[in-house]
């Protein structure tokens, strides 16, 4: 197994047995507002920490992005964290929710993983080496379009995420497609597009964290990843756009005048 990948999965399965083991006493869980509608949990924390003891011991000059505690270190190496990405679902006593973790090299990603504790399904993926789901190759879907394509999506519930403007691509993307599934942990949305589940998948001021580890997942399994223009500014505008390479350009030509309509006074 690549190491960062090895190292990754024993972070991942940690944090992964904290979550678990939380889980069976939701109500108690200290739970504080970062903003409107934004949760931490002492469980995302203490899952963060243990994913960075573990990373520390094997990379200590390795450089860290974490959703709780932010960024510390420098150099070539970045680690990029979401502990628990889906806290929410999390703390309603939702089964679905993950861990996600990737490595970004002078600027490029190289390795993620993505894992489910309570399904127990392991999504890995490094740069040149296929990506895997418990240590099977998967693929995206062989869908070649949106006709009968089962999409995912994450509708937006802070003030700053346009919501008008999001009713208007959904609103554009829906009428061909199985439907639109909003499940609650882009994490685990990119996942399921690697693993073929979901035929696509778009979303609106995600953060690095919530994308990095599924990027790496989409690309190995032979998919494309860009914004929702097709371009590849995700990671700095967080709005994603992944699917199958057929799909990607019709979703891409759908989304793309409705993004570059002009501005019609404040949304």
């Not at 420098?74 to 990405?85: N, T």
């Not at 057929?246 to 979703?251: A, E, T």
Request: net charge positive; with cysteine; proline share 5%.
């Amino acid at each position: 197994m690549n190491p960062y990948v090895n190292i990754a999965t024993q972070a991942a399965r940690d944090a992964g047995r904290i979550i678990l083991r939380y889980s069976n006493r939701l109500d108690a869980i200290a739970v504080e507002s970062k903003a409107r509608n934004d949760f931490v949990s002492e469980v995302d924390r203490a899952a963060e920490q243990t994913i960075i003891q573990r990373i520390r011991r094997a990379y200590p000059r390795h450089a860290i992005l974490a959703e709780e505690s932010g960024h510390r270190g420098g150099g070539e190496f970045e680690w990029i964290i979401d502990p628990l990405d889906g806290t929410t679902n999390y703390l309603h006593g939702i089964p679905h929710y993950a861990v996600s973790i990737a490595l970004r090299h002078r600027g490029e990603l190289k390795m993620g993983v993505i894992y489910d504790p309570f399904k127990e399904e392991l999504f890995c993926a490094a740069r040149g080496e296929g990506a895997t789901l418990n240590n099977r190759r998967i693929r995206v879907s062989r869908r070649r379009s949106l006709s009968g394509a089962l999409l995912g999506t994450g509708i937006p519930f802070r003030p700053n995420q346009n919501l008008d403007l999001y009713l208007e691509t959904l609103k554009a993307l829906i009428p061909d497609t199985a439907g639109v599934r909003r499940a609650g942990s882009a994490a685990l949305d990119l996942a399921y597009v690697a693993a073929g589940r979901f035929d696509g998948f778009w979303e609106f001021k995600l953060h690095p964290w919530d994308m990095a580890a599924g990027v790496v997942l989409i690309r190995e399994a032979g998919g494309l990843v860009g914004d929702l223009q097709g371009g590849q500014n995700f990671l700095k505008t967080g709005d994603i756009l992944a699917a199958p390479p057929r799909i990607f350009q019709q979703m891409v030509g759908i989304l793309k005048p409705l993004l570059q309509r002009p501005a019609e006074g404040p949304r």
